[in-house]
């Protein structure tokens, strides 16, 4: 008789991680819950929500499921090691002038970082999420390919993850749309489950008001950094701003400047606190670099190839030419493309396979 695979779940309390036990469950896998605690939160906008890591609640509904299905949960209490991590690169980013992506780091050092470490202390084989993709094992190469739920695919958010965490992990939802897995909920009599609502905010910042949040975490902030200059393109002081850290590339809204015409943050100066506005196609750009590269599809880019590239998560993308510069990769837009953001992620595909990722450290 075959030996089970032993498999560690990590489970959320939300719909997806929960569909995850059940389909697992049904294929006989011996599971192994597990559920981080990296951030607690009491306000009603997270606890409604299908949230990952940030209430209580979320983790005594997985306790429970686990009860139901007959296998063993555990709660890793990860708290000081996200905040030193996770919150304090968020924190950073943004008082260096840059708009950081903290799920991504967050895939990288907790939910493919620590999550693993656990599985190995427990002797799991493997490794099961909720994520909307796919891995495909082709040319001795792991990588992602887009979900069946495009809508719902999250690749963009895993390009950091290596061959090692690839060849361990299982995406059970890849193949699924959302629909179809908040059926499987209706079926298996999970009501609430199936009805939970989506969060896209960042776990800790449950209200989506990041700059609350950074006067809460430095309470000297507005002291230190209100009264910057709005600039032109040429450098003419156009206004005062509250603060660097409180824009990003594109916005708009809440400038409280008056042009007599549109304008938008085209570029944030940390050493100066100097905020530079300009019309909408001053935005647009054309070439990028990105550092950090994790290389996926292929073990190496060679010469000049053709993709498609991300600059944020809810775009088709653009088509674009790409080669290896230095430790970088230089990415040429076929059409100029507006608001790229150093310290977002730029990840390329080839048609929906993942072929590289790294974070936007230069734009031209």
């Not at 000081?80 to 919150?87: G, H, L, M, R, S």
């Not at 970082?113 to 909307?132: P, R």
């Not at 979900?147 to 060849?167: G, H, M, R, V």
């Amino acid at each position: 008789m075959a030996t089970k695979k032993k498999i560690l779940l990590a489970m959320s309390g939300g719909t997806d991680s929960s569909v995850v036990a059940l389909l697992l469950k049904r294929k006989g896998f011996d599971i192994q819950g597990l559920t981080f605690r990296s951030y607690d939160s009491v306000s009603l906008a997270c606890m409604e929500k299908e949230n990952a890591c940030c209430n209580l609640d979320s983790i005594l509904e997985a306790k429970k499921l686990a009860s139901k299905l007959n296998f063993p949960h555990q709660i890793l209490d990860i708290r000081d090691f996200f905040d030193k991590t996770v919150i304090s690169n968020f924190i950073s980013e943004y008082m260096s002038g840059l708009t950081p992506n903290p799920c991504v780091l967050c895939n990288k050092t907790v939910k493919w970082g620590k999550m693993i470490e656990f599985a190995d202390k427990l002797n799991c084989e493997l490794y099961a999420t909720g994520h909307y993709a796919q891995i495909i094992n082709e040319n001795e190469r792991f990588f992602l390919r887009k979900a069946k739920d495009i809508s719902k695919d999250q690749t963009y958010f895993l390009w950091t993850l290596s061959q090692e965490n690839l060849a361990r992990t299982i995406f059970p939802l890849g193949n699924l749309l959302k629909s179809e897995v908040r059926e499987i909920a209706r079926q298996n009599n999970y009501e609430k489950l199936a009805n939970k609502k989506e969060s896209q905010e960042i776990c800790f910042i449950p209200d989506d008001d990041y700059r609350k949040f950074l006067r809460e975490r430095i309470p000297d902030i507005d002291k230190n950094l209100n009264q910057g200059n709005f600039v032109d393109s040429s450098g003419n002081i156009l206004g005062k701003h509250k603060g660097f850290p409180f824009y990003t590339i594109g916005q708009r809204k809440g400038l409280e400047i008056a042009m007599g015409y549109p304008v938008y943050v085209l570029k944030i100066d940390a050493k100066t606190n100097t905020i530079t506005l300009g019309k909408p196609e001053e935005l647009l750009k054309k070439t990028v670099w990105i550092k950090d590269v994790n290389l996926m599809k292929y073990a190496e880019i060679k010469g000049e190839m053709r993709g498609n590239c991300k600059i944020r998560y809810n775009t088709k993308g653009e088509d674009c030419s790409y080669s290896k510069d230095g430790e970088m990769i230089k990415i040429i837009f076929d059409k100029e493309v507006s608001a790229v953001t150093p310290g977002q992620s730029a990840v390329i595909y080839e048609n929906n396979d993942l072929v590289c990722g790294g974070i936007i450290a230069k734009i031209d």
